[in-house]
Each structure stands twice: as C-alpha cells, then as structure tokens.
C-alpha cells in the first residue's frame, strides 16, 4: 500500500518543493530561495556516483548528509516496482502539494496502469494526510497540520476492503 508516495527519488521532490517555495516568495525571500535551489542543485549532481564515504562526508542540513539521500535513491522506487509482481493499493489525496497528483500519482499510472493487480485511489480535495486540503501551495503545507482532522471514512473503507480483498 502505498500512501500520498512517489516513484520519484527523494533528491528531485526536494528540489521541484523548494523551487515552487522560491517562486511563491516576493521580494528578497524568494531571491534568497533560489539562491538555495542552486546550491541545493549543484550539492546534488552527481550524487550517484559518489562513494558511500563520500556522501557520508557532505553535509545537507539538519544534520543529513548526501549519504541518507544516496541510500533511499538505489534503487528508485521506480526499479522495484519493475520487479514486482506484487498487488498494490496507490493511494494519493489530490489535493496534496507534497507529493503532486498530476506529477506523482500520474507516473504510478504510466508505470503500473496496465496491471490489473494495481488499484489506483486518487482523492478529491484531500491533501498530503488524507484529510480535506488546507493548504494551496507548499508554502502554505504547514498549515495542513496546525489542525486536528482526521482521516475520512471513504479512506479508511477503501483501505480496509483492499486488505480483505487481497490477504
């Protein structure tokens, strides 16, 4: 079950949210942004091709080096959903500006639209939680969990009657 996801890599989420941020923000704020976005661009290219130390020796922030980055990228999502043959429920609230229906949820549907074990949800009007969108960009995301809300039923029942269906 899969869960408002992506099959793109960590790293390339990171840098369409912090660009769409960049182009948000007026003034000195936005210009600051972007000035992160390439950095944040340039910190990772060729990410792939360092070394396990390497990576490990790059600070991000927070504490992160490239090294968390390299490790949740290989493989991508993308590979191990090649390789199996698994069922699957993708779940996505469509109005999430996390993780993007119309970028996100439409790759799972390239990758796996043609397998009739994969069932697709797509819900209208919820976010990134499942519960009805507050925020209408990502810099306004943390609005989304300021406020007590909780997941509807048509969620819940949906998940449930695919476990059921599929133990």
Do not use: C
């Amino acid at each position: 079950i899969l869960l408002a996801g992506s099959p793109r890599r960590l790293e390339e989420i990171l840098l369409d949210q912090t660009a769409e941020m960049a182009a948000s923000l007026p003034g000195l704020t936005g210009k600051i942004l972007k000035k992160q976005l390439h950095k944040y661009q340039k910190t990772f290219e060729g990410l792939y091709g360092l070394t396990a130390e390497e990576a490990r020796a790059i600070k991000f922030g927070g504490g992160t080096t490239l090294y968390y980055f390299k490790e949740m990228g290989q493989p991508t999502v993308a590979d191990w959903l090649e390789k199996t043959r698994k069922p699957m429920l993708i779940m996505q609230g469509e109005k999430d500006v996390q993780v993007k229906a119309n970028v996100d949820f439409s790759m799972y549907r390239d990758l796996l639209g043609d397998r009739e074990n994969v069932t697709f949800r797509l819900y209208s009007g919820l976010s990134h939680t499942f519960v009805p969108a507050i925020a209408r960009n990502i810099a306004e995301a943390k609005k989304e969990f300021r406020k007590e809300r909780h997941i509807g039923a048509e969620v819940l029942e949906d998940l449930a009657g695919w476990i059921h269906a599929n133990r």
